[in-house]
């Protein structure tokens, strides 16, 4: 099969991680007989510079035109002092408008391999887990109205959802649940928010309309905030509204120990979505061959997933890396505490390279 990936490398380690990727894809591509063709646009602050806006026309028309998007990390210090819709970070929420994505996907799953990097007391981290939040991107309240009265020392956000803009992230999050464990926990405040009792609802009706087979709880979101530290083992998938996925998707990342193991894809009607790592353009290190790049060769795994319908080869990629971490290879920011060596970014991306001949 042929597809087009749109590449937006953005800023800092951003081109050094999406290059490693690409020959990851281009690797995957030759031993299943497919045909990726990448073409690169510029998105944050190389675009600032080269266009004078984080999001260029050109960049949402080939992004538009593309079957997918894989996208490095956008921002750094040099663009710091601009403000407002000047930003490099206004480029990611341009693209997920222009793309109409509403849906952002998480997974957060511990690596055998890495459970002395996990925070979690070791009895927690031996049982492993694998979760997947399922995140309402575009509503409640992040977009709602908002203001302050007129002499500025009261404030107000609001907190909106309709049944449309539930259900269609819900049936999201339970698609992928018949994939997985078929377990589904819904996250809400119900005890406190209207909105929560239309979610509630809602994710309700759709279960027992179109979902019988997958099993549906709910949880409050203290609690669940709770549990994701207690006992992670108990969820399969999670979905939530737009702030309660913001806070959980960090706090279960975090867990897993390393912040350059943890992909997202963003969703929305299309087959076409935007997949990327979760960690920032590290300008930290950018430049220093030090960026892990595996965050962002799972995003492809998750594109060719949820994209492109190309499970077996997205299991072979996550396969591929899951062994190499077992066989002990590690970069800079995975590395046991005291080891003397590691690998560079360009090396791990050589082992899995070479551990998928
Ligand atoms: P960051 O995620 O870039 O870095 C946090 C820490 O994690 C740094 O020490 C960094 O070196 C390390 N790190 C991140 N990715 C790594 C990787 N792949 N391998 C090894 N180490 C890695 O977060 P930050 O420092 O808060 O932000 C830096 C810039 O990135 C800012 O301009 C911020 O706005 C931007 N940012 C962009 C995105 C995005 O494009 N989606 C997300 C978050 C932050």
Known sequence: MEFNIALVPGDGIGPEIVGSTVKVLEK???????????????????????????????????CLASDSVLLGAVGGPKWDHLSGNSRPEKALLGLRKALGLYTNLRPAALQPALA???????????KGFDLMIVRELTGGIYFGERGRNESGNAAFDTEA???????????RAFEIARKRRKHLTSIDKANVLETSRLWRETVHRLGQTEFPDVLLDDMYV???AMQIIR??????????????????????????????????ASLGDSSRGMYEPIHGSAPDIAGKDLANPIATIL????MLRYSFNLSEEADFIEQTVSKV?????????????GAESWLSGSQMTEKILSEME
Request: glycine share 8%; with cysteine; charged share 20%.
């Open 28 to 62: 995957t591509a030759s031993k299943f007989g497919h045909t990726f063709n990448f073409t690169t646009y510029l998105a944050g602050g190389c675009a600032i510079d080269e266009y004078g806006e984080p999001l260029p026309k050109v960049t949402v028309d080939g």
């Open 116 to 126: 002395s990097a996990c925070v979690l007391r070791p009895d927690i981290a031996e």
């Open 161 to 171: 959802y309709s049944v449309m803009e539930i259900e269609r992230v819900a049936r």
């Open 222 to 224: 203290d609690n669940a």
């Open 231 to 264: 006992a992670p083992s108990f969820f399969d998938v999670i979905v939530t509204s737009n702030m309660f996925g913001d806070i959980l998707s960090d706090e279960a990342s975090q867990v897993t120990g390393s912040i350059g193991l943890l992909a997202s």
């Open 299 to 302: 995003s492809a795994a998750m």
């Open 325 to 337: 971490l077992q066989d002990g290879w590690r970069t800079a920011d995975i590395k046991e505490p």
